[in-house]
C-alpha cells in the first residue's frame, strides 16, 4: 500500500459545527503532516506529526486542533471555523522528518475540500 | 517574499515542446524537491535533489541545482498533454516552533501543454 487515503473528500460545514479530517497510511512511514491549500497558492504547512511529536506551525489558529490516534492516522479536528478556512487540506506522510539527516520526498493524499459556510 | 519562488507562474507551450521552470530559494537547505499537481488533487511527488548534487534525471525530467545561486530549475523534455498541471519547488529550511524542519512550497508554475 503506497497511498495517503483522505476521508470526506468534500466537506460543508456551518461555522458553529464541529468536524473532523481523517488521514490514513500503512507504509510506516514515521512522519505525518498536515497542510492547507488555497485556490491558486502554494500548500501551507499546518502541522508536523513525528515519532509521536507534534510540532505547530504558530500562525495556525486553535480552531484547527490535530489528533494522532497511532503512527497510521492523523486527524484533525475542526471547530467554529470561519469561511476563511475554506481551502484544499492536504494530509502528507514520510519515512522520516526530513531535513534532520535524512532525505525524504513527502507521499500526498488527495485532499479534502473544505467550505465553510 | 517566499523562500521558494517560481519562474515563470504560468507557462503554455505546444505538445512536444520543452518546458523549463524555476525555482529560487534563500536560505541554505538540505535537499529540494519538485511536485507536480493537478487541478484541485494532491500533490506527486517528482524529484528530490539533495544539495550536495548538481543534477539529477528521471524519464522525461531534469532538475539541476545550483546552491551558489540558491536556484534550481525542472525541465520536462518533449511535452504531453497530460503534463498539464502546477508545479512546485518546496525546499526544507527554516524549522517551526519545536525546531522541527518546515517544507516551504515555492508559489508554483501552472503549465498548459496544447495538443
Known amino acids: 500500500d503506497t497511498e495517503v487515503t483522505q476521508t470526506p473528500k468534500h466537506l460543508v460545514m456551518g461555522m458553529t459545527n464541529k468536524k473532523s479530517l481523517k488521514c490514513e497510511q500503512h507504509?510506516?512511514?514515521?512522519?505525518m503532516y498536515w497542510y492547507k491549500q488555497k485556490a491558486k497558492k502554494p500548500p501551507e504547512l499546518m502541522f508536523v506529526?513525528?515519532?509521536?511529536?507534534?510540532?505547530i506551525n504558530e500562525s495556525v489558529p486553535s480552531r484547527f486542533s490535530p489528533e494522532c490516534p497511532n503512527s497510521s492516522l492523523l486527524n484533525l479536528h475542526l471547530h467554529a471555523l470561519q469561511p476563511e478556512d475554506s481551502a484544499l487540506y492536504l494530509c502528507?506522510?514520510?519515512?522520516?522528518?526530513?531535513?534532520?539527516?535524512?532525505?525524504?520526498?513527502?507521499?500526498f493524499g488527495s485532499g479534502t475540500r473544505l467550505t465553510v459556510v | 517574499s517566499q523562500q521558494g519562488e517560481e519562474d515563470p507562474q504560468a507557462l503554455s507551450i505546444q505538445e512536444g515542446e520543452n518546458a523549463t521552470m524555476n525555482c529560487s530559494y534563500k536560505?541554505?537547505?538540505?535537499?529540494l524537491q519538485w511536485y507536480r499537481q493537478n487541478s484541485g488533487r494532491g500533490l506527486v511527488h517528482l524529484i528530490l535533489i539533495r544539495s550536495n548534487e548538481r543534477e539529477k534525471h528521471s524519464g522525461r525530467l531534469r532538475v539541476t541545482l545550483d546552491t551558489s545561486k540558491k536556484s534550481s530549475s525542472l525541465l520536462i523534455t518533449a511535452s504531453r498533454a497530460a503534463d498539464t498541471a502546477s508545479y512546485f519547488c518546496?525546499?526544507?529550511?527554516?524549522?517551526?516552533?519545536?525546531?522541527?524542519?518546515?517544507?516551504?512550497f515555492g508559489t508554483g508554475t501552472r503549465l498548459k501543454v496544447l495538443a
Open positions: 502528507a506522510s514520510s519515512p522520516r522528518e526530513s531535513g534532520t539527516g535524512g532525505n525524504y520526498g513527502y507521499t
Open positions: 536560505t541554505s537547505i538540505n535537499n
Open positions: 518546496a525546499t526544507d529550511a527554516g524549522r517551526i516552533t519545536s525546531g522541527t524542519y518546515k517544507y516551504i
Open positions: 507504509m510506516g512511514h514515521r512522519a
Open positions: 506529526y513525528s515519532y509521536e511529536k507534534l510540532s
